[in-house]
């Protein structure tokens, strides 16, 4: 009889990347999440909008570790932008692959702060075999 594998989805405590706090104006804030023991893992990324000015939103870039050492990527691999709408709270999934990986946030408005900005890291882990 063959054997099936199962991977097992390991919810993080909310918000334990980033506690839920504000993003000052205009700033960039990164975290280290490393998958390099998992298959991979999801990423929760939530922030709070207050007053918007015309040029708003949440950037989220992903870089990528890579080689022995690891080496910090230079250029991105993945961006998304989470468009600001004032007094809403958005949220954004992002599924990563077996990796370490570091997150940048920037506040986009360079007017307001993002109010209660924060990561949750779900990993995938712990093959089950039957």
């Keep these: 009889m063959a054997s099936t594998t199962i991977p097992t989805l390991t919810p993080g405590s909310p918000n334990g990347i980033r506690a839920l706090s504000t993003l000052a104006a205009g700033v960039s804030a990164s975290y280290d999440i490393d998958y390099s023991a998992a298959y991979g893992g999801w ?3 939530i922030g709070t909008f207050g007053t918007v000015a015309a040029t708003n939103g949440l950037q989220i870039d992903i870089f990528k570790y890579y080689g022995s050492t690891p080496t910090l990527a230079t250029n991105a691999w993945q961006t998304w932008i989470i468009p600001g709408t004032t007094s809403t ?28 900005v924060g990561i949750t890291s779900d990993v995938i882990t712990n093959q089950a075999t039957t």
């Design 43 to 45: 990423l929760h990324v």
């Design 89 to 116: 709270t958005k949220d954004k999934d992002i599924p990563l692959p077996n990796g370490k990986w570091s997150i940048r946030l920037t506040n986009l408005d360079a007017t307001n702060a993002l109010t209660n």
